[in-house]
T-cell receptor
Framework: GQNIDQPTEMTATEGAIVQINCTYQ??????LFWYQQHAGEAPTFLSY??LDGLEEKGRFSSFLSRSKGYSYLLLKELQMKDSASYLC??????????WGAGTKLIIKP | GAVVSQHPSRVICKSGTSVKIECRSL??????MFWYRQFPKQSLMLMAT?????????EQGVEKDKFLINHASLTLSTLTVTSAHPEDSSFYIC??????????FGPGTRLTVT
């Protein structure tokens, strides 16, 4: 079956670095997405990886290992506004997104 | 950019009535649109995939006679919740696919059924 696993909740300190892991199993693979979702709002796109390696975009970076079925989202210089849920989603061979349950990130001062 | 709008953003209706939610891709044509439902503190749940000009494909457990989807044009898909009940209260989000891997979300519609 198809499955996405990510931690339910993480806590980090303002100014620090946090890594949110995601493992996936899908029928075929057309890329791995990370979305940010603030409470009461729709998800917003953060990153897309289809090749192995690290993609850096400002304070956020995303890594993919296709052989391991593994990705992580790295957030640097954490700010209070980064408190949100982070959704990992893998695109299968039909270009359908398979969603993880999301990781709620709590930032403490 | 790629913008997707939803209307209304919030709606309160009485039990037994029907509610229509519109999803529009404003600056691109979307052959495929998706409808999701999200309950508090839970992840997105795909309800159905809507292809322009054809019948929607519903996920297992989603009642197609209750959640009517019409994808009449390349920029508009509608979801109608018929005979709404309090358990249908949720956050409904649409997304539109521009190219194979590009999917853009609307801002969501908060439905409350009293």
């Amino acid at each position: 079956g198809q499955n996405i696993d990510q931690p339910t909740e993480m806590t980090a300190t303002e100014g620090a670095i946090v890594q949110i892991n995601c493992t996936y199993q899908t029928s075929g693979f057309n890329g791995l997405f990370w979305y940010q979702q603030h409470a009461g709002e729709a998800p917003t796109f953060l990153s897309y990886n289809v090749l192995d390696g690290l993609e850096e975009k400002g304070r956020f970076s995303s890594f993919l290992s296709r052989s391991k079925g593994y990705s992580y989202l790295l957030l640097k210089e954490l700010q209070m506004k980064d408190s949100a849920s982070y959704l990992c989603a893998a695109m299968d061979s039909n270009y359908q997104l398979i969603w993880g349950a999301g990781t709620k990130l709590i930032i403490k001062p | 950019g790629a913008v997707v709008s939803q209307h209304p953003s919030r709606v309160i209706c009485k039990s037994g009535t029907s509610v229509k939610i519109e999803c529009r891709s404003l600056d691109f044509q979307a052959t495929t649109m998706f409808w999701y439902r999200q309950f508090p503190k839970q992840s997105l749940m795909l309800m159905a995939t809507s292809n322009e000009g054809s019948k929607a494909t519903y996920e297992q457990g989603v009642e197609k006679d209750k959640f009517l989807i019409n994808h009449a044009s390349l920029t508009l898909s509608t979801l109608t919740v018929t005979s709404a009940h309090p358990e249908d209260s949720s956050f409904y989000i649409c997304s539109a696919r521009r190219r194979d891997y590009e999917q853009y979300f609307g801002p969501g519609t908060r439905l409350t059924v009293t």
